[in-house]
């Protein structure tokens, strides 16, 4: 079992930035990607971003690409969502995800696919 506990999220003007946090416990010596996802009010939850176990690699959503940067401290069990220029349709509860992946692989994009969630941080930007 791995739990997740996500942390950072606030009320932030347009054209600001926030730094998500995810801590993990339990079974972390395991190869997992972890992933970010979202949830506005009344729309279903959409993926976001995701990194490799091992490699740093990479993979965002086309909304998100160039603003948000996703990256991950395996010696801390930490994993992080930089985000800048932020708008207001950025606004959601953000989600971290662990899915069992080999080193190099990123995680999936459908959100089904991931063993472990977070229970979640808001994030608000104000226009």
């Known amino acids: 079992q791995v739990q997740l506990v996500e942390s950072g999220g606030g009320l932030v003007q347009a054209g600001g930035s926030l730094r998500l946090s995810c801590a993990a416990s339990?079974?972390?010596?395991?190869?997992?990607?972890m992933g970010w996802f979202r949830q506005a009010p009344g729309k279903e939850r959409e993926f976001v971003a995701t990194?490799?176990?091992?490699?740093?690699?990479?993979y965002y959503a086309d909304s998100v690409k160039g603003r948000f940067t996703i990256s991950r401290d395996n010696a801390k069990n930490t994993v992080y969502l930089q985000m800048n220029s932020l708008k207001s349709e950025d606004t959601a509860v953000y989600y971290c995800?662990?899915?069992?992946?080999?080193?190099?692989?990123?995680?999936?994009?459908?959100?089904?696919?991931?063993?472990?969630w977070g229970q979640g941080t808001q994030v608000t930007v104000s226009s």
């Open positions: 339990g079974r972390t010596s395991s190869s997992y990607a």
């Open positions: 990194v490799s176990w091992r490699g740093g690699n990479t």
């Open positions: 995800a662990a899915a069992y992946r080999l080193g190099y692989s990123t995680g999936p994009t459908d959100g089904s696919l991931y063993d472990y």
